[in-house]
T-cell receptor, first 112, second 113 residues
């Protein structure tokens, strides 16, 4: 793990159900980004949430940020088989505007 | 295609050889990042550039690794005297000052035999 954890490590749900993934971190951040990665492929950016924001939406995605608990969550509503992928959060550091620290991700499987 | 591109997409080399990877960021992005990812793990930060200046290097970046961005546009990552432990996916990302969103390229998968 790299200064934080995604939870759970793996999640398996049926199509149509909601999926919630959590991300915790230890040091102060200026932003937090969520990414999706299909097996063996590059990372696709989903949402960026800044430290002064509490919630952001994009389509079926909802991201929340609780800086007091140093945690964030990604909710995917009405999941589809195509949502099957690994999901990572990347923590943008306060002390270094360029660097982001990733966890080891949550592997989501959506069964048709 | 205006996304981040990386070349080559795959590289197989023998231990001890040198390899060089190239990354072309999104054209208006002044920040460029290199990450390394091994199977089952998240990307690990290696280094980043703001324009042509290399502003931070991870301790993961041993003396065998060097990155350049000579004109503030494309970047190269060179690994000298490759070791089997260097086998990984090498990812490049870029962003702008106005929007901290990092956009990733498809990666270069390196296999050291």
């Amino acid at each position: 793990s790299q200064q934080g954890e995604e939870d759970p490590q793996a999640l398996s749900i049926q199509e149509g159900e909601n999926a919630t993934m959590n991300c915790s971190y230890k040091t102060s951040i200026n932003n937090l980004q969520w990414y999706r990665q299909n097996s063996g492929r590059g990372l696709v950016h989903l949402i960026l949430i800044r430290s002064n924001e509490r919630e952001k939406h994009s389509g079926r995605l909802r991201v929340t940020l609780d800086t007091s608990k140093k945690s964030s969550s990604l909710l995917i509503t009405a999941s589809r088989a195509a949502d099957t992928a690994s999901y990572f959060c990347a923590r943008g550091h306060n002390t270094n505007a360029g660097k982001s620290t990733f966890g080891d991700g949550t592997t989501l499987t959506v069964k048709p | 295609d205006t996304g981040v591109s990386q070349d080559p997409r795959h590289k197989i080399t023998k231990r001890g050889q040198n390899v060089t990877f190239r990354c072309d960021p999104i054209s208006e992005h002044n920040r460029l990042y290199w990450y390394r990812q091994t199977l089952g793990q998240g990307p690990e930060f290696l280094t980043y550039f703001q324009n042509e200046a290399q502003l931070e290097k991870s301790r993961l970046l041993s003396d065998r690794f060097s990155a350049e961005r000579p004109k503030g546009s494309f970047s190269t990552l060179e690994i000298q005297r490759t070791e089997q432990g260097d086998s990984a996916m090498y990812l490049c990302a870029s962003s702008s000052d106005r929007d901290e969103t990092q956009y990733f390229g498809p990666g270069t998968r390196l296999l050291v035999l």
